[in-house]
């Protein structure tokens, strides 16, 4: 049978309660107490039960990670990025709990007794009111993904116009002028920014924006393959299509494919998140990387150093995105452009 803190405190002649504080470090127990604690603990081969020790120090050991929602709109790949960065971070006795806001329909359910910090990916404004309620209950928030105004929290995320308009240009100076948008899913702050990149791109070199090249889109792999479909019957067809993320560069690969359009000979196809299959597609498809495991595991350490420090320090972090030029741009024609 396993030891417990009872015959610690019988061996020690102390109360259970001393016993308790000395094993968490309390500043009540003076340091040769503690020692003397500590040793007879180490004697006896002492494993914290975690449970009991969460009632003493009013912790849960749980670490929330809420997406605005699970069920539309986030690929597997940005799902499993974003769980991976994390799980690198998180190690006993923390356990990781993944939900969506919109599996609560009401957010007063949320306490500290439930969760010791929050990270949020965050894809939408509408998660205003989960900020705002995770700020009154005073629970450690790191916010992921979403510009935040006010900056009144950890703010970490990539600068998606920044990566959008670095493609778009790439593109153009290719010598493509007839480039189309398949948007990300509609109201999420991703998609608006990259449809402004590559509106800035367009205009940088004085191309119209044209309405009819920007078409709607989800982040799935089906959106993707609607939107190429509404492009190619289009009589004055793009030369060039950038998808606002590779899922549904997936789909446009398809559906060029199966009217005979080969890539990026006909027609050339960009993506932006840089995922794990993208570099796999044929032809390889050409992205902006954006590190969603890098973000969610800076987010992760920055949440258990305000856990550790019982204080939080508000911050904005970006973190860059990158070109990655494969092979389904080319330059119009066939020719390799500037």
């Known amino acids: 049978m396993s030891a417990t803190i009872k015959d610690i405190a019988r061996l020690a002649n102390v109360s259970h309660t001393t016993v308790s504080r000395a094993l968490n470090d309390s500043p009540l127990i003076n340091k040769e107490t503690k020692e003397r604690i500590k040793e007879i603990a180490r004697r006896l081969n002492y494993s914290p039960n975690v449970s009991a020790k969460s009632l003493v120090l009013d912790r849960s050991y749980n670490i929330g ?42 957010l007063k359910l949320i306490t500290r007794k439930s969760f010791d910090g929050v990270i ?52 153009v100076r290719l010598g493509h002028r007839n480039i189309a948008l398949i948007e990300g899913k509609r109201g ?60 549904m560069a997936v789909g446009a690969l398809k559906a060029c494919s199966e009217v005979g359009l080969k890539v990026p000979e006909h027609i050339s196809i960009a993506g932006f998140d840089d995922n794990h299959f993208s570099a796999y597609l044929t032809p390889a498809l050409t992205t902006v990387k954006r590190p969603i495991e890098q973000i969610s595991r800076f987010g992760a350490e920055r949440l258990f150093d ?3 420090q019982g204080r939080m320090q508000p911050e904005t972090i970006y973190v860059e995105t990158e070109l990655v030029i494969r092979e389904s741009v080319q330059a119009p024609g066939g020719g390799r452009g500037e």
Do not use: W
């Not at 690929?75 to 923390?94: D, L």
């Not at 998660?127 to 970490?156: C, G, H, Q, S, Y």
């Not at 709607?216 to 993707?224: C, L, M």
């Open 306 to 308: 305000a856990i550790g």
């Open 120 to 171: 949020l990916m965050s894809q939408s404004a509408d998660d205003r009111e989960f900020i705002e309620t995770m700020l009154e209950k005073e629970i450690p928030l790191i916010v992921l993904n979403r510009r935040v105004e006010p900056a009144n929290v950890v703010n970490i995320l990539a600068d998606d116009e920044l990566g959008a308009f670095n493609i778009v240009d790439y593109i």
């Open 65 to 106: 990670l809420f997406f605005s929602t699970l069920r539309a709109g986030t690929s597997s790949t940005f799902f499993y990025e974003t769980v991976k960065g994390i799980n690198r971070v998180i190690s006993h006795p923390y356990n990781l709990v993944v939900k969506g806001i919109d599996d609560y329909a009401d």
């Open 188 to 247: 999420f702050q991703s998609s608006l920014r990259r449809k402004a990149g590559y509106e800035r791109a367009l205009k940088l070199h004085g191309i119209a924006v044209r309405e009819e090249y920007c078409v709607p889109g989800s982040y799935d792999v089906e959106s993707g393959y609607r939107g190429m479909k509404r492009l190619l019957k289009l009589a004055d067809r793009p030369t060039a299509v950038f998808c606002s993320n590779d899922d």
